[in-house]
Structure formats: C-alpha cells, structure tokens
C-alpha cells in the first residue's frame, strides 16, 4: 500500500460523476477501468467496480427522489389538457384525458387475468393462476417462476434429470 495516494473528497466526486456519465455511454466496468488508468487515476479494477456501485446506487436514489416531482408533473399536465379541452368543447377529448389521469392515478382495478402455463416440468406442467396480483407481485412471481425454470434447465444440462426443454409461455 505504501506509495499509493487517497483520492481528495472532491476528486473522489469528479470520479464517480465520470464514471456515472461513462455508463450512461454504454461503456462497461472494463472499458471504464481503461479511461481510469488513460486519466491517471491510480486505481485497480475493484476500486472502478465500487465506483460504477455507488455511481448506480446515487442513480437509483436520484430517480426515486425525482419520481415525486415527475409524477405530480404529468398529474398536473393533464388537468391543464383536461381545461383546454374543456374550454373548447371537446368533451371526448376530456374523457380520454380523465380515463389516463385515472389510470396513473390507479384509481380503478385493472385486474387482468394472468395464466402462466410451464411446459416440460417433471409432474407434465402446471397452470399457476396470477388474477388479481398487484404488478409488483406478478413481476416477483414471473421472476421467481424464470428461476425455477432456468433451476430445472440447469439441473438437466448436469444430469440431474430434470426435462431440459421446458419452456415458459404467458397467456393473458
């Protein structure tokens, strides 16, 4: 360790604003460890790839803190449409405003009858009826449903057996 200098709080700042800027590029932690050691940084790899985590964890933080203000943006966008068509007369184009307005809103139950049916499991497959899941849940259940599948696949490519061919269809 010896010889190696800490980067200065706001060199630290500049480095991880960069580095955000370079992944909104398209540019990969390897790509980004380049440019690090093109700049002089002094740095490894690990060091970059803590760099591109805390440059995506203020991403994230960032987008949810300004989601608020977005949202109540787009409510407030469409009251003025909502006025101006009202203004003028045009009423279908009011109830096409209020049906959008209500539904960011999540003012009405959507609820969509959801089907998952999985193919080639060990038992001949499954139906798993998802109706009446919020989104949140239904993302957490498909994802949990592509993990078993890709489980099974993973355990038939070692030769535990499982049907290497299931497959995953989604009927709405």
Known sequence: ??????ATKVEYEIRINTVFELLLTGLSVG???GHAILC???IGYEQV???????T??????LEEDMEGVFALEIKKRDLLYRKLFEGKDFKGCLEVLKDRSKLLKLYDETTRHIVEVKGVSDGGMNIDYSGYTDEELERAMRNVRKFIDSAR????SGEGADKQGTSEAKP
């Open 1 to 6: 360790m010896a010889g190696k200098v800490r």
């Open 31 to 33: 790509n980004i460890y």
């Open 40 to 42: 002089g940084w002094g």
């Open 49 to 55: 790839r803590k760099y591109v985590q805390e440059a």
């Open 57 to 62: 964890k203020r991403a994230i933080v960032a």
């Open 154 to 157: 993973n355990r038939g490519s």
